[in-house]
Every structure is written in C-alpha cells, then in structure tokens.
C-alpha cells in the first residue's frame, strides 16, 4: 500500500506525507495516508465521496495541522500553522469550497492575500489597473468572458466562480499547484481548458495534485494515482502499471459498479444507451 | 489643595485602625442609592457617610442602581447580608415600599435620605434627612425671579429621572418667567455642548440657563459662549469648578443640598438610635437645604469643593 | 466597493445600458447622503434656525464628536466585529492623560503620550483576547467595556479622590495641545471646532486605506469571509488587532478632545455612545455582519444623526418627545435610503 | 442542538469512541453550567451571606427578571435577528396596562389585557417591518426602541402629568392579578417569587419549541441561512414576525410584573435592559451571527449574570470597583465554558 | 430556435415557460427562452459556465420571479411568489449551491420546510425518529454510509452534502425534478445512482429538468435537450435528432473544441491521451 516512494527514487519529492492521519473531533477523517508529489509530475487522489480527499488537501495546504505522521516540504520537515506558510514555500491551492469572498469584486478576490502594490511608503498602494487587466485576462484565456472583473464574486455563477479560483491559484503557484475537483462545476470548454493548465504546469517543473471523480481526466493527464477509501489509502499506483477501465473499476469500488451499470442498462426509455452504459455512465 | 480629599481621608482611616472614637460594636450600616454610577453628588454623599463611620466604628456598605426594580434588590441584598442598620433613598418610593418593610419586619432600623420627605414615616423610615427635590427646584424659581430672569431653560441630563423632572418641576412652579426644558445625554459632554448650543442659537430670548449637575454648568457656560449668549448659568449642586466659576462669576447661583450632610448624618443617626435609641427631627424630616450660594460664599466654599465634600 | 467604476467591457449584449445618475445612486454612500440631504432640507423648512450659519457649526461639531469614532467602528463592523468598550475607552484615554500629567506634575505632552500608549494597548488586548480565545467580539468587548468602566470610576476616585479629575489647565504644555485637540476658529460668521478637521482627516484616511491599500482588501476579506481570507493568506488575525488598535487611536484622538476641551474629566462618562457609533456606521451602510461598508458611509451616517439630534431642538419641538422624533427620523432617513437604492436597481 | 444524541452507528471504524462525560462535555449548555457552578462556588467561598437561603431567593429573583426577557431574545437571535426595544417595550407595557385602567376605571384585567394587544401589536410591527424593508435589525429596533422610549415618556407625562403613572393598587382586580405576575411565597426560609416559575416554564415551552416542532426548525434554518430555508420552502418572513411577537409577550409579561410588583411605573425605566438580555443569551451560547444556541443557554446566562451582580454586593466589594468585578467574572465565566468545551473535543 | 412545442403536441406540459427573461439589476441573465416539461420525459438543460442555466432554475423553482415571458404549470399561468409555492405545486429542486444550513444537523436538513409531525394540537410535534431513520436510509441508498445524522451537514463532505440534496428532492418531488448539477460533486458510483434515480422518477411519471456538464451523462437520459448559450436559446433537439458527438460539438461551442482538443494532445507528458483526448476531454 505504501510503494509511493518506489519510483524516482533518487530525486527528494517536492511534497511528501507519510502515514498522516487527521480527526475531526471524534471523527477518523484520515489515517494512514502517505503521497509524494515529485516536480513535473501530477499526483491523481481519487476516492469515493467522504473518503478524505479534501482533508488531505487541506493538511497540504496548511489550513489544517495533521494530528499524525509527517509532512516534509523539498526534505524539510514542516508542520504549517497557516495557509500563508504554505504559500510563501510555493504552494497553491484550489479548495472545492472556493474561499472566495462572496461580497468583494471579482478582482480584489483574484488577488487576495498576494496583492501587488505601487508607490513607496505611505503612497504604496494596490496596483488596481494592474489587478483588473490580469484578472480580466487570466478568466478571458479560460473562456470565461466576464461582463465587469467590479461585479461581487458572489453574483457569478458556479462554473464562473471555480474559474476565478483556478486561474488565481494557477497565477501564484510556484512549485506546487494543489486542484480540489477543479472540473467539477465547469464546461466541456472549461474542462478541457483546465487539463491545458495542469499540464502545462506539469512541464514547466511544477509538481501537481489533483482531486477528481472523473477517471477520464485523472488517466489523461496523472502519472501517479493514489486511491483512498473510508480515509484510509486503498491504492497507489503509476500510470503504466494500470488501464483506464482498472482505474474506473477502483473508483467505483469494484463488483459494485458492475451491478449498478446492468440495473440502468435496462431502464425502459433509454434503450439505445444499454450498449454505451459502460463508459459513459461512469464517465 | 492643603486639606486634600486624600488627606483627610487617610486620617479618617487611621482613626479607624487607632480604633475609633466609640467604644460600640462593630456594627455594619448599608446604603442604598438611586444613583447612577460616577455620579459627583452622590460621591460627596458617600464621604460624608464613610467619615461618620470611621468615626462611629461603621463598617459601611454601598450600592446603587438608577433602576427600581434593581434598587429594590439591593435592599433585599442588605438585608439578607442582616446588616444593623439601613439607610435609603425613595427617589421612586412605590419601588421601595415592599423592600423598606421586609427591612422592617428584619428589625433593621431604616432611615431615608436625599429623596421621598413624604412617603419616608409612612414606610416607618425612623427620619428622614435631605432636601426634597421639589423644595430645591422652588427655591431656585424664586432665586430667577428675584434676578428679574424671564426666560429660563432647565437641562436635565438624564431622561426620565423622578429626581429630575422634580427639581425642574419645583422651579418652574415658583418661577414666574417662561421655562423650557432641555434633554441632553449626561454620559456624552460634547453632545450637551452642542444641545445647549443649539437651543441657545434657536431661541435667543433664554437668559438663564439652570444645569441640574454640577459638572453640567461648566459645559452650559461654554455652550453659551460659543452661542454669543449672554444667558445666566445657575446649577443644582456644587463642585470645584462651580466653586471657581462662581468666583469669576462665570455662573450666577447654585443651590447646594449639602449631600456631605446627608451621608454624615445619616450614619450618626442610626448609630445613635442602636447605642441610645435618638431619633432627630420629631417626626418631620431633616432638612440640609437649599441653600443659595453665590458669588460671595465661593471663597469659604473653594477649598471645600476641593477635597470633595461640598 | 471601489472608487472607480470601469465601465463595462463595450458592447456587451448581456449587460443594459445604465445612465451615469442610475450608476452614482447605486453605490452606498449616496444612497445615505440622499437620506440627510432629506433631513437637510426637511429642518432647514421646519427649524428656522436651522439655516443660520452658526447653526451650521453646532451641527458639524455634534457630528465630528461622534464621527471621529464612527470611522474606525466603521472599518471594525466592515472587518466582521464589534467594539462595546469603544464608548468607555474614550473615558479612560482622557483619565489617564489628565491623572498622569497631574500625579506626576509633569508636561501635559507627556500624559498625552502615555495615554496615547495606554490606550493603544488596551486596544491591542481587545483584540487579541479577540483572536486567542475565539469568543465572539461582543463577549470580549463587554467585559473590557464593564471592567473599563470600573476603572475609570475606581482608579480616579483612588487617586483624585473624587469621581472627577483635577484641572491641569495650568500646566505646561497644556495651550498648545488644547490647540491641536479642542480648538476652533472662525470662518465668516461660522464658528467651527478643529474636530471637524479631525474627523474629515480620518475618513479621507480611512477611505484611502480600505480601497487603495492591501490592509484594506484584508479588513473586507477579514469580515466578508473571515475562513476564506485565511485560506488565501490573508492574515485575519493581525487585520482584527489593528482594527481594533485603530479604534484605540481615534477614542485616543477623542479623549485628548474631552480632555483639552472641558479640562476636567467626569470618569462616568462615555457610557452608552459606543451605540452612537454603531448607529452612525450602520445608518451610513454598514452590515452587521461584516464585509461591506465605507468610512465615507459613517460620516455620512454620523452627519445624520448629528443634524437630527440638534435639528430637533432647533425646530423647538416638545422636549418629552425627543427620542420620539429621534427614532422616527432615522428610520425615514434610512428607509429613504433604501427606497432610493432599490429604485435606482430596478429600472435597468 | 437535539436532546436525544442517538448512539453513532455501531462498530463505525471512522468514529472513535468517546465517554458519556465527554459527550455530555460537548453540549453548549453544559459548558455554560459548567461556568454557571464555577461562579457559584467562588461566591459561596468569598461571600458569607451568599449561601442562606434568603440570599439565593434574591439571586434567583433577580436571575429570573433579566431570565424571562433572554428566552425570547435567545430565540431571536437564534433566528438571526437582534431586538433593541425588548427593554423599552417591558416599560411600555406595563404603562399601557397601567394607564388604560387607570384612565378608563376599568378592572385591572381589562388594562392588562389591552397591554395584551397593544404589546404585540409593537413585536408585529418590529417583524412587518423588519421582512418588508429587509433593513437590518439593528436599525429597525432602533428606530423602534428610540421611539417607545419617546412615547414612554411623553405619553404618561401628557395623560398623568408626571413621569410616573397612578396607582392602581386600589381598583378591582389588582389583588388577583398581582398573584398571577407578582405574588412570592415562602417554602422554608426561602423567600420565591413567582417570576421563577414563568422563567422556568418559558424556558420549558421554548426548549420544547425549538427541539421539538416545525417552528423550532425553522428558527434554526431562518438564522442558519435564510437564503437555503426560503429555498426550500421555510416561511421565514412568517418565523421572524413570529419572533419578534414572542419578545413582545415576554415583555407583556415582564412589564405587568413590574407593575403589579410596584403599583406604579416609572415612564423613563427598562432603557438598557436589552442589552442585558443580550449578554445572558450570549454568554449562554447564542451565537450573535444566528443558527446556533438554546433556551437553556439563556438561562443559565441569566443565571451567571444574575449571581455575579448580586454576587459582588454580597461579597461587600469595594462598590466604585463593582463594574470591574462584573466584567472580569463574566469574561472568566465565559473563558471557562469555552476552555472545557475546547477539551473535551480535543480529547478523541 | 423555439421549436420546442413541436413535440407531443396534445399534452399540456407540466411545465411551460415561454420567452421567459430575467435580470440582475443591469445584467440581462436570461432572455426570450421557452421550455417545454412533460410529464414522463428528462429535459436537460445544457450550456456553458454563466449561460443562464441557474437563472432558469431559480425561475421554475420559485425562488426569483421572471421579468417577462409567461410561466404556466399545467396550463395555467403562474407568477410563484416563493418556493414554497412551487414546492406545493410538487416541484422540488436541487439547487447548485445546495441550500443546505450548515450548522443543523444532516437530518433537519433533510427535512427543512416539509416536516412530519406526530400527535394533535399543542402536543403536536416533530417525528424524530422517522425523520433520522428516513433520512439515513435515503442516504445509505445513494451509497453514503454517514456515521451520525445528527453532525451538522456543514460537517459532511462536498459529495455527501449533493447527495443530501439529492436525496431531499427525490423524496418530496411530487410532479416535478429539478436538477442543478446533480452529479458535478459525485463520485464514480454516486453519480451512477443519481442517474438511475432520474431515470426512476421518469419512469414514475414525473417530469425532469436535468442540468449537466456532462455530455455522456445527459445524452444518456436526456429526451430533449435545450442549449442555452449567454443568456439565450442557441438550440433545442430531441434526442432522436442529434447524435452524443455532436451534443457533445454544441456543448463546447463548436469549431473552439476542435483547435483546443489539439492543443491538449500535443502536450509531450501525455503521449497516449493523443487519441483518446477527443471524447474524453470533453467528458
Ligand atoms: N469539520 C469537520 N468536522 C467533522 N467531520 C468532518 C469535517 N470535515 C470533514 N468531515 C468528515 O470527514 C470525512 C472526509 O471528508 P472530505 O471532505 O475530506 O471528503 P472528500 O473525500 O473530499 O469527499 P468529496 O468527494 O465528497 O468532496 C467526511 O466523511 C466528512 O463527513
Ligand atoms: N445575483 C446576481 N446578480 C448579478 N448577476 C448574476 C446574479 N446571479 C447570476 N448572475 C449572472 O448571470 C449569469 C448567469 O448565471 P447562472 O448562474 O444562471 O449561470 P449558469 O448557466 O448556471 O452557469 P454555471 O454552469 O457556471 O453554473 C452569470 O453570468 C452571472 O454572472
Ligand atoms: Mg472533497
Ligand atoms: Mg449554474
């Protein structure tokens, strides 16, 4: 279960947990849990829903201490008291609750926390134009063309709203860009936008972990894949040692799935569907 | 300041521990006030009564609530405490009447001060010492109509306060000139400036303006200078500031209740009623005032205000 | 939110065209300077008084009293918290000024700097028991709040002996720091109080802080999402101590002004007007509930309060029913307010 | 926030086992108990008087007062709303009761029901006007407590000449309904009055409101998040009305025991006893923010609150120092309740 | 484009909105879009992030009122001032954000705003112990196992919270489904489920408006699909009339999927996507 390390063994990963755990209160959330994320490469988490992913997620990316285990950042243990830490070692994150200030606009979210600023002084000041350009430019190149960057982030849509996150994450992270479910609430042009980005972090050095339910875009784009399951990893395993169909089957927690397809193959009204259902059920 | 609040303080003090001038028990007396907190009258009320004590081997108890329902607890409070002797005010006296008579049926000898002359032998107080309220406002319509005023403005410093309404009331009953009231908020002086200001500016026919505190006629005279007034000020009440200012005669009169009186007496009297069953007034109440001071007592007065207990 | 409203991108189909007026009418601010625009006009027609230009100044300096602190209580309620010792803390700032100076004979500059210190801390403590104990504010300022208002009542007796300080206008120093706090001069036939300077100066500040720096996006992020600030880097806790600092400052400012001004200070006072504060910052747009609001919005708000306060006694109505008219005032200024807003929203 | 904590699913091996004490540990109210007794055992130590029996008549007579008013108020701010004028309005009600009979010579039960009406009609206005503006709570309540305090004083100086009413102790009724709102009895030494019995039955029936009916739901989802409730059909509009019309019965309540306990009312009293209630609701475990807390919260605050201001008399403290004491007790009171809380939860 | 009355021309549909418009303030979020709900059929609404598919929810659902354009259930007009409302009329609707209230616990939740009571009168008061045990069982279907009903839902995970959402509706939509985004926080299996719910509640003689990202999965259910694109209606088809290709060609805008598909299998880490990136990406 715990072969994570097997592979590039010579380099230091950039992140790597080993048998984390994490409790809420009296609730097991995490435990067990070990992952490297090397330099350009991308880490797949997948699992069932409640299975940890998003905890995992936020132990990385400091919101939450681990109660377990050990946490090491480029060799160096660490253990981060605050987001801030994490970010200032070069990590970014996209957490699926968005962390989005409903009330501010568009572009004061996109920068929040890592404002630019112009002036010396009592004159430094935000770099508003600066801010509104990047901001229109960086949700423009991800096919979200926004009437006004001053609107509330609050009015946007859903799919609007996870792009705003995605291209501010993408914007500062430096050498770990960490995806919860990025493509959950997005388009098919989004989507296919958002696996660009990631792979093109990927090539320029950066170390990736994302978290998806859709095995199509974890096998398209991870090199690693680590499977967790009731908080506890149920599988770690390297792109060429698994096939698509391996990876869907695991998901979905095995035998299960097989029955699941075969009921909704025969509902009535769908018939021309009963040949496809396979794939594209779970897709 | 030569005869320091402080000093005299101290003294009392060490006359305590020297033990005191009596030989009685260590007897504890309670008071009860209708008084908000920080209030500069009641303060000097409070030295008067600590100075008796001191003197008369008191161990002395204070608390105060501008709320009936709340000072009506607190005399439940002293009582529960079995203190030996209980002294009041009956500022709202129909609050107090259940709280005087269990008082009474513990045995606790009750004496009322400041407030409540009428209903104080009805709830089977032992005396009472003070000044009524209305009696003082009187004294003051008087004193304006003898300074030939026509148009007087009464700032009450605290919404419905029966103590309040009553001095205002008194005065306007005497007063034979036109008398306006005024509310300002006590606790924000900046506000009672610019109240003062404003009904000044709106209405230049005012010329006395009465403060029903003390530190009020300070801010009133500098409310009326920033008018371009030329209103008398006149106040219930005395402190240092006053003291000065009726020396410059930046204020006109102040009617002084003597609230030193009233807590001094109050303690002696109940000691005297425990060590020799005395009772003062024959049934009528004690008064302490009003007193007109003016311009010519302020230099007697000064040094008094001073170490707070005029 | 913002100072500059870009226009929106040329062209675009989805959005309706919207006239310059509709645009202004739709930001905070003016929605409240319609309301006392109202309350203007309404007592400048019932008050004849009302219109004098000493009037004006009496007006202005009731409102800077209040409005120097609405300010701060403003950018505190935008970051997500409350501040109930406010009122009492402008108290103390004045009783530690004038009681040091005295105690110590020494330059009245130098109780200044003391207090200015002192206050700062208790400041400081409100925020960061704030943070450490993650009680709600309200908890950890009223206990500041009580326990404030027993000091200032048992220190000053203590060491004055009375519930009052001493004078120290005959110490040194004192004129020229009653210039810089509690002065006033004459403009024409209006007589106004450097107060009004005062107050103008900390909300041009305060608007430049909450829309042009990155301490600014923190207060908005800090009371709009205090766990989503967090999460991006936002240091929430720093951003509460200084909100909170900041307000010591100002009541600091305010202390200074009710010492100078008045020269002896009563230690009972300043119970209650931290509600005023709250008043002025909420009629001015701010919500309750954080991460929205200006400083221009609580000048605004205070202005309000002061012009209806005063405009009453102005308009010689019977005094039994001040807070009466007080009441029914505010409310029809802020229901203007909103009536205008949401007109200015609808039509398109 | 449920009264029966269902054993978790057997055998779950997500879930750690925890003892029944921590479990009980992590109920709000037993935090705030946990307070309640800490005070209680400091006060039986430093203050001889405090453990007779008479004294705990008075502390629960005084808890009670301030306990009444906090259950609705606890209610409402679980609903996410605030109430100025629940302090204001308990004086209103009783002048009405006091008033109408008077002036009308009708039996006392005539005017204590018109207070009825009259009462609830000021709580219905609060919430009309409240979910019709969508202005926020603070500025409605306000505007109504600014105006009650208004009419307070200006009315009953206008129909009795005075700032207090009448008495009414010799019209007909009087005795009988004073045994319904101010009647005491004795069992032992103790000294009870029978606001202890409404306090404990309000708390009863709202305890049973909030947990066990549709009502109580939504209250929940109404200060939880509005927006989600309307969502999926809650009546909020309906719920918040509701709310402010239980604040309104309390204080008809409250206001006919201060009558008939004095037999005159003073126009000018009950300004700032909302905030009291406010404290006993919070330090009972209300959040301000709405969505969380309980009946019972409410009144072990009242009953902290009750004890600690008694409490300081009893312990013959120094009287200027009595707002520090207040302050410092309630602030550790409420640090302890989080302290054990906090542990509780950390340990697994 | 409003062709969509063409179809089973005799019924009165459930469900009717006829150039139906909505603003926010100066936004125009929707306009002149008709849309036909027949009992016993899945309509799926479909279109990019900020199209306008929300807004056409919260319209049916009750929860904003339309600007113009006519709404008729049944045949007869409506002007829903509240959900309650709609939910009355049998309409019940999974929002995309949830409206959930974060810190009640999981099973008021589930029954917020409609629920059962037990005894009369003043005795009158909530089921507790069919509320729980419902509310575990609609869960355990749906394959969330929770641990407590009783943690506050703001507790649960992403997923489980969707599924509780999901579940509600199921369970008190009488006439009507609507569906926002049901399965973008789902995993493999959940999604499977949900899938097999909407198809029973057709079968049940319901009428469904689904809206998804997910081609496969709309195609898989949908009988009719509407295509909305910046706030208006770019296209409405039965499923007879289009093939999931070129669903799927529409979904993303066209001849933009074409050059970005072939942006994304250039990528040199992901060699093997290369062929399957065109279905897949987009998936
Ligand atoms: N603050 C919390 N308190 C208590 N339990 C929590 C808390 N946050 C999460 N949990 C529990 O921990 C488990 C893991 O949650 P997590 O959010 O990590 O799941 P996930 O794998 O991200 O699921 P999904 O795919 O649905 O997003 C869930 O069962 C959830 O109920
Ligand atoms: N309350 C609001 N105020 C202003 N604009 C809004 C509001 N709600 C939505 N909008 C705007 O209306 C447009 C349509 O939003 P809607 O939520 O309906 O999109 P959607 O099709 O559901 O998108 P997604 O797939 O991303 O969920 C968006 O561009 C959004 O910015
Ligand atoms: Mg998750
Ligand atoms: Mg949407």
């Known amino acids: 279960m715990t072969d994570t390390a097997t592979t590039a063994a010579g380099r230091t990963p950039l992140v790597a947990l080993t048998d984390v755990a994490k409790s809420y209160g009296n609730v097991r959330a995490l435990h067990g849990v070990s992952l490297d994320v090397h330099a350009g490469e991308i880490t797949c988490v997948l699992g069932d829903n409640g299975a940890g992913k998003s905890t995992l997620i936020k132990i990385i990316a400091g919101l939450h201490p681990h109660d377990a285990g050990t946490y090491t950042v480029e060799g160096e243990e660490v253990r981060h008291a605050s987001p801030r830490e994490a970010l200032d070692r070069g990590i970014a994150t996209v957490y699926q609750d968005l962390a989005v ?26 770099d508003t134009a600066t801010m509104r350009a990047t901001t229109r430019d960086a949700l423009l190149r991800m096919g979200i063309d926004l009437r006004d960057v001053d609107q509330p982030i609050g009015t946007l849509s859903g799919g609007e709203r996870q792009c705003v996150a995605i291209a501010r994450a993408v914007h500062f992270g430096a050498k770990v860009l960490v995806l919860d479910e990025p493509t959950a609430a997005l388009g098919v042009k989004q989507s296919g936008v958002v696996l660009k980005y990631v792979a093109a972090a990927r090539d320029a050095g ?78 | 300041s030569s005869t320091g609040g402080k000093r005299a303080e101290d003294r009392a003090k060490q006359l305590a521990a020297n033990g005191s ?55 439940q409070a002293a009582i529960d405490q079995h203190v030996d002797g209980l002294i009041v005010t009956l500022a709202k006296p129909d609050a107090m009447k259940d709280a005087v008579a269990r008082a009474e049926k513990a045995g606790i000898p009750v004496i009322t001060i400041n407030s409540g002359s009428e209903d104080s032998k009805k709830f089977g107080a032992l005396t009472h010492i003070g000044q009524d309220e209305t009696v003082a406002g009187n004294a003051v319509g008087e004193e304006l109509d003898k300074r030939h005023k026509q148009h007087a403005l009464c700032i009450l410093h605290e919404q419905g306060n029966v103590g309040h309404e009553q001095r205002c009331a008194g005065a306007k009953a005497t007063f034979s000139g036109r008398m306006d009231s005024l509310y300002v908020n006590g606790t924000n ?79 002696d009297l109940l000691w005297l009623y425990r060590y020799n069953g005395d009772t003062l007034g024959g049934g009528k109440p004690v008064l302490t005032g009003p007193q007109i001071v003016t311009k010519d007592d302020a230099d007697a007065l000064l040094s008094y205000t001073k170490r707070g207990t005029r | ?186 403009i024409g036939s209006v007589d106004l109080q450097v107060t009004i300077l005062w107050w103008i100066g900390l909300v041009a500040v305060a608007t430049w802080v909450l829309l042009r720096t990155r301490a600014g996006n923190w207060i908005f992020a800090a009371g709009g999402n205090a766990d989503a600030a ?54 001015g747009g701010c919500l309750m509930t954080g991460g929205y609001g200006s400083a221009i919005g609580s000048a605004v708000g205070a202005f309000i309060f002061g012009m209806t306060s005063k405009g009453i006694v102005y308009a010689q109505w019977n005094p039994d029913w001040f807070k009466f008219f007080l009441g029914a005032m505010l409310l029809l200024a802020t229901l203007l307010n909103v009536w205008v807003r949401r007109r200015a929203e609808a039509s398109e």
């Open chain 1, 206 to 283: 950066l170390g990736v972990v994302l978290i998806t339910h859709n095995p199509h875009h974890a096998y398209l784009v991870g090199d690693r894949f680590v499977l967790l399951k009731r908080g506890a990893m149920s599988g770690s395993h390297l792109k060429k040692d698994i096939t698509l169909d391996e990876l869907t089957r695991e998901m979905a927690g095995g035998s299960e799935l097989d029955e699941l397809t075969h009921e909704l193959s025969r509902t009535p009204a769908a018939p021309e569907a009963a040949a496809a259902a396979e794939p594209e059920t779970t897709a």
């Open chain 2, 21 to 75: 001038a009596v030989n009685t028990p260590h007897w504890t007396f309670a008071m009860v006030t209708h008084s908000g907190a920080g209030d500069t009258f009641w303060d000097i009320v409070q030295s008067g009564a600590k100075q008796a004590a001191a003197k008369d081997n008191i161990k002395f108890l204070y608390s105060n609530s501008d709320q009936g329902d709340q000072q009506a607890q607190l005399v």
């Open chain 1, 101 to 126: 200030v409903p009330l501010m606009p568009v572009w004061r979210n996109f920068f929040l926390g890592s404002e630019p600023t112009r002036g010396r002084g009592p004159l430094r000041r935000l």
């Open chain 3, 230 to 283: 967090r999460a991006v880097g936002v240091p929430v806790a720093r951003t509460k101590v200084g909100l909170y600092m900041a307000v010591a400052f100002c009541a600091w400012i305010s202390g200074q002004h009710l010492l100078f001004s008045f020269d002896v200070v009563q230690s009972g006072e300043g119970v209650g007007n931290e509600f005023l504060y709250i008043i002025a910052a909420v009629i």
């Open chain 3, 1 to 186: 939110m913002s100072v500059l409203t870009r226009p929106a991108a040329a062209g675009d189909e989805r959005l309706a065209p919207r006239s310059l007026t509709r645009r202004m009418l739709g930001r905070p601010e003016l929605g409240a300077v319609v309301g006392a625009a109202a309350v203007f006009v309404f007592f400048s027609v019932v008050a004849d008084s009302f219109l004098q230009a000493s009037s004006l100044g009496t007006v202005l300096y009731a409102s800077s009293t209040i409005g120097i602190m609405a300010v701060p209580v403003a950018l505190l309620m935008i970051g997500g918290e409350f501040d109930l010792s406010a009122g009492v803390m402008v108290t103390s700032s004045a009783l530690i000024s004038s009681m040091f100076s005295y105690q110590m004979t020494a330059n009245t500059w130098v109780g200044v700097g003391v207090s200015l210190v002192a206050t700062l801390a208790l400041g400081a403590f409100n925020g960061i028991m704030l943070v450490r104990t993650k009680l709600p504010s309200f908890i950890i300022t009223l206990g500041t709040f009580l326990m404030l208002t027993g000091l200032n009542l048992g220190l000053t007796k203590l060491i004055s002996g009375t519930v009052s300080t001493k004078s120290i206008a005959d110490m040194q120093g004192f004129p020229a720091a009653r210039d810089l706090f509690a002065s006033h001069w004459t």
């Open chain 2, 189 to 267: 002086m900046p506000d009672v400036q610019s109240a003062i200001q404003a009904k000044l500016q709106s209405d230049k026919s005012i010329d006395s303006v009465v403060t029903l505190g003390a530190p009020f006629a300070a801010t009133a005279a500098k409310a009326r200078q920033q008018a371009g007034s030329s209103a008398e000020i006149d106040t219930f009440d005395l402190n240092a500031q006053v003291a000065t200012e009726l020396k410059d005669g930046t204020i006109g009169f102040a009617v002084d209740q003597q609230p030193y009186l009233q807590g001094y007496e109050a303690i």
